[in-house]
């Protein structure tokens, strides 16, 4: 096919301007471009590759001879929206939670399991963004020693939870600074200077909904529901950004060399890792880039088959957009589009 008309459905949005940027910079293929979001931003102009394009409002109209839309809306629109750009024939590849876990969807990271693209029906789900960035480094672990425990406390920038959020730590980081008090909106206690284990809702099992998807999406992209997880989510006062100090319990011990050297080669990862001069992978230099980061690679002394590690990533980037887009470019290399 001689280009792919794409649509974007919440393209004003902190991930939807992030698509705009990647498919830029990595060339992708365009033969039409559709911005799309809600009523609010109907009629509003977006740049992209130098032309102007006038955001319209999504309706289950809005597919018509559309290849692949790229949806990053929220969990409500992609249910609603998704199966419609399904049935007018287009590929959906889509960002929010809705579709994850369903049987007919596949979960993709493109350096895991690019194969499982083949099997979708019409919605093809992106995972969430902590899941991402940990699968794409201890992936290539699994494959040559399998990891039976996962123990993964996250520190997540407030990226995540959209353009709301950046504007909340922005403003009570300033009030804070100016001796006022601050009345939280987003979150349910104040975010500047300060750190919240809750993301997403709680679930019965004293686990929050963040948490579990990280639990059943890291089994569902590995293929392996024999995994023992236990993440705790946490939300700092970082804008783009998230960490995560991974803990793995493996099949048999595995020394750090080893493990550097696999990490080293897996694709889409960089090892930064000279702790004597202080030189490991950190949320302001890994903002803007796409790589996900690894270091602090040690040995986990608590198991004699443990390993430890830090993991991080732009959650907007790796995290949710460029992930989506790789898997865009999936589907043209493969020919399913
Ligand atoms: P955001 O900055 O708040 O932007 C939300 C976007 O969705 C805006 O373009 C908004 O349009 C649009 N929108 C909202 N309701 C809509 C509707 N009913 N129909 C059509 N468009 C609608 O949020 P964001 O950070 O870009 O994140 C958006 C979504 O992406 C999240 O809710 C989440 O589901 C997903 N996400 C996933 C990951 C991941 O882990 N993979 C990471 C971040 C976000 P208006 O401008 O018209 O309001
Ligand atoms: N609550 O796509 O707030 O499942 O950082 C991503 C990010 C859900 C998701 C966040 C969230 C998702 C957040």
């Not at 794409?6 to 910079?25: D, H």
């Not at 039409?32 to 590759?49: C, E, N, P, Q």
């Not at 409002?57 to 018509?64: I, P, R």
């Not at 319990?249 to 001069?277: F, N, Q, W």
């Amino acid at each position: 096919m001689s280009g792919i008309n794409i649509a974007i459905v919440g393209a004003t949005g902190l991930v939807g301007q992030e698509f705009l940027k990647i498919l830029e910079q990595r060339n992708f293929p365009i033969k039409s471009l559709r911005l799309l979001a809600s009523h609010r931003s109907a009629g509003k102009t977006v740049t992209f590759a130098g032309a102007d394009y006038k955001v319209q409002e999504t309706t289950d109209q809005s597919f018509k001879g559309i290849d692949i839309a790229l949806f990053s809306a929220g969990g409500d629109a992609s249910k609603h929206f998704a199966p419609k750009a399904a049935k007018a024939g287009a590929i959906v590849v889509d960002n929010s939670s809705a579709w994850r876990m369903d049987k007919k969807v596949p979960l993709v990271v493109p350096e895991v399991n690019p194969e499982d693209v083949k099997k979708h029906k019409g919605i093809i789900a992106n995972p969430n963004c902590s899941t991402i960035q940990m699968v794409a480094a201890i992936y290539p672990i699994h494959k040559v020693n399998p990891i039976k425990r996962i123990v993964v406390d996250t520190y997540q920038a407030v990226a995540g939870t959209g353009k709301v959020a950046i504007d909340e730590l922005t403003n009570q980081s300033r009030q804070v600074l100016d001796g006022q008090e601050t009345v939280p909106h987003v979150y349910p206690h104040q975010i500047a200077f300060n750190a919240l284990p809750e993301i997403d809702v709680f679930l019965d099992n004293g686990y929050t909904k963040e948490e579990w998807k990280m639990v059943e999406e890291t089994r569902k992209i590995m293929h392996d529901s024999a995994i023992a997880i236990s993440p705790t989510c946490v939300r700092i006062p970082v804008f783009i950004g998230h960490s995560e100090a991974v803990h793995l319990e493996l099949t048999e011990p595995m020394s750090v060399e080893k493990a550097r050297h696999i990490i080293h080669h897996a694709p889409g990862v960089h090892v930064i890792d000279d702790p004597g001069v202080s030189l490991y992978p950190h949320a302001w230099s890994a903002a803007g880039q796409d790589d996900v980061f690894v270091g602090r690679i040690r040995l986990d002394n608590s198991h004699p088959c443990g390993l430890a590690m830090w993991v991080v990533a732009d959650n907007l980037r790796k995290g949710a957009a460029l992930n989506a887009v790789q898997i865009a470019e999936l589907l043209v290399e493969m020919e399913l589009v």
